[in-house]
């Protein structure tokens, strides 16, 4: 029996939790009392359980570790499981302060778990810049970002008095990735044939989401103020904006080909990514509030556009859930 028989549940489903975890952090205020958030936040306690136990069951199941840590490209959904550790820590902080002990628990796990992804994914970078253009380099690589970054807010959280070097060399590492990651990505898109119905994928979206991320990361660190972190913000939303725009390019040839059913309604597991680089861009956006530079455009942005943009959020993961839960029903399985 090979490694996809016997596979408990799909490596990627830390982008479920991810996505999630990133709604309830930052949206879900929107539309919700704290009563009500209470109760979300407990059942995404739950959830998260189920699937990190599935995925500690097959991380050491026999014949799986080596050939997905030996994956020069695929072995990176480590970073969905931390940021999605990252998140749920967070979000037990914030929501359910009787449960504080657990999420201090969740932090120190997900740092150790951490400083074991440092090493798969410094030795996978080295395998992929030995051959750049061989293997199908994209998005998922950047998950070695997000998981650096997603670490600096979660201990920023948990640990106020953890000392900046701490942080510090978190996120210059994660930063480190991201260039690494983009550069490889671009490498592939630019230097060989592909075709943007089938070649250009769902974790692309990390590439706009990476660098919100990081954002909420300088912000949560006090790490830049004023005019540079409003310009920051702007090329985020200017990438944002290039980047949605292929995607939506990509749907429509998408629909043009397959059909509607086919073509964008089709559930996947890496359409979760997208649900959580939006989210992460509605997070960044919401903590820019707090920017020191006064009289930007970002005010008219907060009262007009952010709870379009909250909503948008909303609906983009209703549609995942039912898309999810349709491919549960039909065909029984946990995930694709």
Known sequence: MDVTEKKVINPASGAIVMALG???HGVMSHFL????ERWFALTFLFLAIIIYSKLVRQFFQKGFLTPFLNNPVNSFVIGSWIAGFS???IVLEHYTPLLHSLAVGVAVINSFLWVFFIYVSMKNFKRLWQRPTFHATHGVVLLSAVAAQSLVVLWEKMFPNLPDLFSLSAFGLGVLFYANGLILILKRYLTTDWSIIEDWTN???IIHGGLSITGLAIITTNMLDGLLLYYYWLFVLVVF???EGVEIL????RIQQKGWGEGV???HISQWSRNFTFGMFF???MAMRGNSYDGNLLNEFHHFFLPVLALVVLLALLIEIILWAREVLIDNRFSS
């Open 283 to 285: 997070a960044f956006t």
């Open 250 to 253: 990509r749907a429509i040839k």
């Open 241 to 243: 904006c290039f980047v």
């Open 33 to 36: 009392n704290p009563s009500a």
């Open 265 to 267: 309604f089709t559930y």
């Open 87 to 89: 998140v749920l820590g």
């Open 22 to 24: 990133i709604f309830l």
């Open 203 to 205: 974790t692309n979206c």
